[in-house]
């Protein structure tokens, strides 16, 4: 392919600063040279400006068929996980392919939102859907289980998928509640055989901690209904402790929420911080009114921070812009270095593509994205206050938006 030479009024560089007037040159989807001037056929961006693509760390895209998110907000955690669950008998039992169209939507939505990378909970089983996607796709596998014969069986899906071939995968086994132990320690031992991220629900509720220090509250209730609850595989854990013990020993982990953890767990997680993210889902969290999220005491011990979507099942829609501007309403005092880090290069590093994708430098997949702020002044503080006008998307040099 003929090398092709795009040109912005602004272009955000690795280092996050704002150079004005450069040629970013693409041949054969990765970006060739960055000069003041152009090699190959000039592409003219006008007054736009020219950042990586987006990388969403954390989202379930067999949702984005959900008109609104599942529930009311405020609900209890452990009364929305019934209606979530309810809502996949309803709309897949009777539908199977429903699930592959959502998947679809989703990444569609994502990509038109700027979105060149996505860390995927796959729960389907044709990832083929995965295969055809525009953009980048690391699928982690959800593991379920807490009885032996569900354990075994959740073993087999683990090693089927670290195989998988023509895919970026990872594991996730779901959380705490729904993942025995000794299921967790095998999913962590899959993730060093294989090389792969893992990625957890941790501390997302207060319930989780109520079920996991005492056996009581609603969503040990919940549990308990649904047959879901293995008395015999928490014996020895009463704290979230026993958990973070082993997510140490896993090859590269994503802590997905950490709403609950405390500062001693944090000082915990902090020892392995160098293969270990924190994913922050804000909208998803003002859903549920949570606490206001630790986002200090994570930044001070310097943990990698990636932001995150979720799914339609608690968000209106899978626009990670929007979660950022969320958090510099939310948290002024963050760093617009720090924010436009928690999009592009921290979540990058947590999925295992920094080498490819997540900033603009030579060498690196052209990932792309074209866009206009209103009245921008050329600051990253109005930047990142402000919406994204995309005009264009670009993934692995190939556009996608017209």
Not at 123 to 135: I, N, Q, R
Not at 147 to 157: I, M
Not at 159 to 171: D, F, K, R, S, Y
């Amino acid at each position: 392919m003929a090398a092709l030479s795009y040109k912005a009024k602004s272009t955000l560089l690795p280092d996050f600063t704002v150079a004005e007037g450069l040629f970013v040159t693409v041949e054969d989807g990765v970006i060739t040279n960055i000069g003041s001037r152009p090699l190959g056929r000039t592409v003219d961006l006008g007054d736009a400006i020219l950042m990586p693509g987006l990388v969403n760390a954390h989202t379930h895209l067999e949702f984005s068929l959900c008109e609104a998110p599942i529930g009311q907000p405020q609900m209890s955690f452990a009364e929305w996980v019934g209606q979530v669950i309810a809502y996949r008998i309803n709309e897949f039992t009777d539908d199977p392919m429903r699930i592959y169209r959502a998947i679809e939507a989703g990444i569609a939505e994502s990509v038109s939102a700027g979105v060149t990378s996505i860390g995927e909970i796959t729960t389907c089983e044709d990832l083929s859907v995965y295969h055809a996607s525009a953009a980048n796709v690391i699928s982690f596998r959800e593991l379920l289980g807490t009885s032996a014969e569900r354990e075994l069986q959740q073993q087999q899906r683990c090693n089927q998928h670290c195989t998988a071939e023509e895919l970026m995968v990872g594991i996730s086994p779901h959380a705490t509640y729904t993942v025995s132990p000794s299921l967790f320690q095998f999913a962590c031992r899959a993730t060093n055989q294989h090389h792969l991220p893992l990625a957890i629900h941790l501390a997302e509720t207060r319930e989780e901690l109520t079920l996991i220090e005492s056996r009581s509250g609603r969503l040990y209730e919940r549990l308990c209904e649904l047959d879901a609850w293995n008395e015999s595989a928490y014996a020895d854990v009463n704290s979230l402790d026993a958990y973070l013990e082993i997510l140490k020993t896993a090859n590269k982990s994503l802590i997905v929420h950490g709403n609950y953890l405390s500062n001693e767990q944090f000082d915990r997680i902090a020892q392995f911080k160098d293969k270990t993210s924190m994913v922050y889902c804000p909208r998803t969290h003002e859903y549920f009114a949570h606490d206001e999220y630790p986002i200090a005491e994570i930044l001070k011990r310097e943990i990698p921070m990636c932001l995150a979507t979720d799914s339609r099942s608690s968000n209106p829609d899978l626009n990670l812009w929007r979660e950022l501007n969320s958090v510099r309403h939310r948290f002024p005092d963050i760093s617009t270095v720090d924010l436009l880090m928690m999009v592009t290069s921290n979540p990058a590093k947590a999925l295992g593509i920094s080498k490819k994708t997540g900033c603009i430098a030579v060498g690196m997949r052209a990932d792309l994205l074209v866009a206009h702020v209103e009245q921008w002044d050329g600051s990253l503080e109005h930047l990142t206050e402000s919406p994204l006008n995309i005009e264009s998307v670009l993934i692995h040099g190939k556009q996608q938006l017209k």
